[in-house]
């Protein structure tokens, strides 16, 4: 039995701490993390196949950025929005996991933009 | 004469046969540790029991050489046989014999032998020890798996199903299992994934071995696929008769009477629960106190071990029980208990077992990981599980029963048949300190001494609401009664609803939040 204490923690349950054990799986949860808009994140994983951009470049919203081919299906990855590609943190042939950032970008000023056009 | 040398004949074939791939591959099988399929036949079922059918199936493959190939009972052997009495069907996959691949007539002797078990109303029992699919066989294969499933389907509720994964069991054969009552594991030799360790090294270079991507641990304790975890080969076999003991052979039938017993566990429940509503203990104390012999078989017992479901005997009446655990998450609702407890209640319903459930309820398990994981979704199965079961249910309160865990947890509310609670439980919206801070709100801010204001108004609340007698008091609680009678007035309740009669409007069948 004091063995078996050992394990205890406080646990919040709304306002009251139980004494409780954890769970194997409870320790092994994610923590959640603010969704970062200006990260491309591979939503399944997979290979890179093609990359179309480059950094420094800036991209019009719906534009193509990489393939990245996943269960044999060629997934073309666009452009949430306009915007300018910062970094690429892979390279084409690359073995990726889920939600890797792929690209990240940052605001495109508007000298970018004049100088795009 | 001629029948003497015909009897003789087949001897020798069916001796052959049962060499199933030969010496060599039964060695190996050895060398892995695993009995061979006939082995764990022989031990699951009373001896001189079994009688084996379909010894002589042959494949009808022709393509990529298997038309050179003699395949001993395409791989797996089926038959009938006894366990303490009880008619069973059986089948077990034969890893010795081109490693226990699935062709279609392979699938076709496990399909024949389900309907018989289908028909006949008697448990079936799968022994798979499996490399998967007989890739020579291709499409035959797949529409294998597909027969035995539809078959799975056909029999759920009907009569209980049975797996144990004794090798590996990868791809679509795990579909099989999943769609049973029951599935045990034996760590170091069972193995289970979807896709195995080489696909996911080849697609996405993530490095695992088979036994942490789908070891019996891990279906044991983190996916909740697997029922009943066992060290041995043996040892799982011996899970299997015990439970085959205890349940009824099909939703025809109840499970069979046993002489009634005394509880041997003699701790006090009175002393069992810290009246610190703080303080942990282990809720199957107070079940061992219940059942007869204080006998109890856990159901997936190391898998959100935060709620506990198995069956024991009351009076010699097979009984499921579902109840909360302080002893780990505080004893919260969350998906996998709640997932847990909704396929047992379920379970019990099919099968004419009379549900005792026991309620120390703090609430729902609070975290983003849990809402983006569907604690709504999962929740609702067990409101719709205990709300959907017409067998008899009991609850007894015995600490607490807050919020919509109150609700979940077998209340009046969702058809129980008789809601106990022991004095001192505290039944509200929710804790004494929330509720406190939220009522109280002002009074607590406007204070010169909030701590001492805030516990003033707690204290009053406990008082006035935390207790059973306001549930009571609206007949959503049945009798508030003292620890030590809860067997005897769990006898008493089990005793008056034999005859239960509850009806649910016609219908093809509900819509379970799956």
Not at chain 2, 82 to 89: D, H, L, Q, R, S
């Amino acid at each position: 039995m004091a063995k078996k204490n050992k394990d205890l923690v406080d646990f919040a349950v709304t306002a009251r701490k139980y004494r409780t054990k954890l769970t194997t799986k409870y320790n092994q949860r994610k923590p959640w993390i603010d969704p970062n808009p200006y990260e491309i994140q591979s939503i399944i994983p997979g290979t890179i196949i093609e990359v179309f951009v480059k950094e420094g470049e800036v991209v019009q919203e719906g534009d193509p950025l990489l393939i990245l081919e996943a269960m044999k299906m060629m997934n073309h990855i666009q452009m949430p929005f306009t915007a300018k590609i910062k970094k690429i943190n892979v390279n084409v042939g690359d073995k990726i996991p889920k939600d890797m950032s792929m690209i990240e970008l940052e605001a495109a000023d508007e000298d970018d933009d004049e100088e795009n056009q | 004469m001629t029948l003497k040398k015909n009897i003789i004949a087949l001897r020798q074939k069916k001796a052959q046969v049962k060499m199933g791939g030969g010496k060599k591959a039964i060695e190996k099988q050895a060398a892995m540790g695993k009995m061979t399929a006939r082995a764990r036949l022989l031990y699951l079922l009373d001896v001189n029991s079994f009688h084996e059918y379909d010894m002589f199936v042959e494949h009808e493959e022709r393509n990529f050489g298997m038309d050179m190939k003699e395949l001993a009972g395409d791989g797996v052997i089926t038959g009938t046989g006894t366990i303490n009495g009880a008619p069973v069907c059986v089948y077990a996959q034969d890893f010795t014999v081109m490693g226990g691949s699935l062709g279609l007539k392979h699938a076709r002797k496990i399909t024949k032998i389900m309907d018989h078990a289908l028909k006949m109303k008697v448990p079936i029992i799968g022994i798979n020890d499996s490399g998967g699919a007989r890739i020579q066989e291709g499409i035959g294969a797949l529409a294998g798996y597909g027969e035995i499933f539809y078959r799975n389907t056909m029999a759920s509720g009907v009569i209980p199903q049975i797996s144990v994964i004794l090798g590996p069991c990868a791809g679509g054969a795990v579909y099989s299992p999943a769609l049973t009552d029951f599935v045990f594991v034996v760590e170091n030799i069972s193995k289970m994934f979807i896709t195995g360790p080489n696909v996911i090294e080849t697609v996405l270079g993530e490095k695992i071995s088979q036994e942490d991507l789908g070891g019996a641990r891990v279906h044991a304790e983190i996916t909740g696929n697997a029922h009943f975890y066992a060290q041995t080969e043996i040892q799982s076999l011996n899970q299997i008769k015990e439970l085959i003991g205890m349940i009824p052979h099909s939703n025809q039938k109840k499970a069979e009477k046993k002489a009634p017993k005394k509880p041997t566990f003699n701790k006090n429940l009175e002393n069992i629960i810290p009246s610190d509503p703080k303080q942990p203990y282990d809720v199957r104390d107070v079940i061992y106190a219940l059942t007869d012999e204080s006998k109890f078989i856990e159901v997936q017992e190391l898998w959100a071990p935060n709620i506990v479901i198995g069956f024991g005997r009351m009076n010699g009446e097979t009984i499921g029980f579902v109840a909360n655990q302080p002893m780990y998450l505080a004893g919260v609702l969350d998906c996998d208990a709640s997932d847990k407890a909704a396929r047992f209640i379920r379970f019990c319903d099919a099968f004419n077992i009379p549900i005792v459930t026991l309620e120390d309820m703090p609430g729902y398990l609070p975290g983003v990981d849990q809402e983006h994981a569907g604690v709504i979704r999962h929740g609702a199965k067990m409101l719709y599980a205990y709300s959907e079961a017409t067998v008899p249910k009991i609850t007894v309160i015995l600490r607490k029963a807050y919020g919509g865990g109150y609700i979940a947890m077998n209340s009046r509310h969702l058809g129980a048949d008789f809601m106990f609670a022991w004095p001192g439980t505290e039944i509200a919206v929710m804790g004494p300190e929330g509720a406190a801070n939220i009522i109280f709100r002002k009074e607590i801010m406007e204070a010169e001494d909030q701590d001492a204001m805030r516990q003033q108004k707690v204290e009053e609340y406990i008082e006035k609401f935390a207790n059973p007698f306001v549930a009571a008091a609206k007949g959503y609680i049945d009798a508030v009664i003292e620890p030590s009678e809860t067997r005897d007035l769990v006898l008493h309740a089990l005793e008056v609803s034999q005859n239960k009669d509850d009806h649910r409007p016609q219908k093809k069948h509900g819509i379970p939040p799956f």
